[in-house]
């Protein structure tokens, strides 16, 4: 396939040079044709790759996060929690404690739910002012 230079196509216009047209076959413009609209397909398929792949990375799911003590402890501390981790924003928080305990170190933190059960109460401390909404 021959393909046209684009410098050498510059270099001629500046010096006003005549291009000659026979150089290029007839065949090659089709080919041209036939590979533009190759590129122009791969490059539509690839932002519709790029688009798809933006949306599912906004959608997030959170993690569900079982408090493994029986009774009080430091939320901050990654063992306290199933998975070694402790729960990050629009997680699920399960608490089921079978005695009486205070889980402090409570951040600031939006979940998706929490759920308290067991058979013992619970109290969560932290600094400053927590909200609790349903």
Same mark, same amino acid.
């Given at each position: +396939?021959?393909?046209?230079? *684009?410098?050498?196509? /510059? ?6 040079? *005549?291009?000659?047209?026979? /150089? ?7 080919? +041209?044709?036939?590979?533009? %609209?190759? +590129?122009? &397909?791969?490059?539509?398929? %690839? ?10 990375? &906004?959608?997030?799911?959170?993690? =569900?996060?079982?408090?493994?003590? $029986? ?7 990654? $063992? ?7 729960? $990050? ?15 402090? &170190?409570? *951040? ?7 759920? =308290?059960?067991?058979?013992? &109460? ?13």
């Amino acid at each position: +396939m021959i393909r046209k230079n *684009p410098i050498i196509e /510059l270099l001629l216009g500046l010096i006003n040079l *005549p291009i000659v047209a026979d /150089l290029v076959k007839p065949d090659s413009c089709k080919e +041209m044709k036939k590979s533009k %609209g190759i +590129m122009r &397909n791969l490059l539509q398929k %690839g932002a519709f790759v790029l688009i798809f792949l933006t949306f599912l990375s &906004n959608l997030s799911f959170g993690a =569900i996060k079982t408090w493994q003590l $029986a009774g009080l402890g430091s939320w901050a501390t990654p $063992a306290n929690w199933s998975g070694g981790t402790v729960p $990050a924003a629009g997680d699920d928080v399960i608490i089921n404690l079978t005695a009486a305990g205070i889980i402090s &170190n409570v *951040p600031s933190i939006s979940l998706n739910s929490l759920s =308290i059960g067991g058979t013992a &109460n619970v109290t969560l401390t932290g600094t400053g002012s927590s909200v609790i909404t349903s």
